[in-house]
């Protein structure tokens, strides 16, 4: 794979899509979020022929390197709020796609999300929350525990789902900001925690327009995770 032009060719569209969204036209904005956020999921998701850079991380994890520790994000992110700098590949998925179900249903949509006490039992979490506050000795017991199969059947699930959401969004929804109880809700369902390494997603979340949620939760914030997965690959395939 070629990471860089990838990474490229994700960073030109969602610039393309941050102008878009400064305007007022539904069916500019509407192509841009759905292609940009094809870019950044597995191609299942979207129905794209060609692999994806969540596709080969993805496809890494599958292989039995679920448990594998990479970094969280790139070195020159402010990581205050994390509970740990490294993190197994499987949490970089289970996190991402975590905050996109709570921020789509329930923030977008103000519906049921996709996660409940099925789901957790079939994934082997310990957790319902995105797993921002785990210590790594806390990361390490909760990815050995972790139905990889069933992971990879959730985040299809919510990206899917994700996608019908986006489609029917109106301009006044996207222009606009959601009510408070609505992203209290996201506490009320353990979604994060009172960890101020947790909550303080919810003064993030609670300050976007839902353009904002598109730019961030929906589609660049899987770039602050996979690309340190694949940096991971590279390496591995260097070593032989």
């Known amino acids: 794979m070629d990471k860089e032009a990838m990474c490229s060719a ?34 299942e998701i979207s129905g794209r022929d060609e692999k994806t850079i969540a596709d080969y991380v993805l496809d890494y994890m599958m292989q039995g390197n679920h448990n594998e520790f990479v970094q969280r994000e790139p070195w020159d992110t402010d990581l205050k709020y994390a509970g740990s700098k490294t993190v197994p590949i499987c949490w970089q998925f289970w996190h991402t796609y975590r905050i996109e179900d709570l ?70 929804q996207i222009k606009s900001m959601v009510p408070e109880e609505w992203v209290m809700r996201i506490l009320e369902e353990g979604g994060v925690t ?23 939760p929906m589609t660049s914030h899987h770039m602050m995770h996979l690309p340190t997965c694949v940096d991971r690959i590279i390496e591995k395939e260097r070593m032989g």
Not at 126 to 152: M, Y
Not at 198 to 211: H, N, P
């Open 194 to 216: 009172t960890d101020f390494r947790s909550v303080w997603l919810l003064v993030f979340w609670g300050r976007l327009t839902i353009g904002g949620m598109i730019l961030t």
């Open 10 to 43: 994700i960073n030109a569209k969602f610039e393309e899509l941050k102008t878009a969204l400064e305007g007022d036209n539904l069916k500019e904005i509407k192509e841009l979020t759905l292609d940009l956020h094809a870019m950044v999921h597995p191609a």
């Open 103 to 172: 921020v789509s249903n329930i923030l977008m949509e103000n519906s049921k999300q996709i996660f409940n006490e099925d789901w957790q039992k079939r994934i082997g979490s310990s957790i319902t929350d995105t797993g921002n506050a785990l210590e790594p000795d806390e990361l390490e017991a909760w990815a050995k525990a972790i139905n990889v199969e069933e992971l990879k059947n959730y985040m299809i699930e919510v990206g899917k789902n994700t996608r019908r959401i986006l489609s029917e969004l109106s301009l006044e």
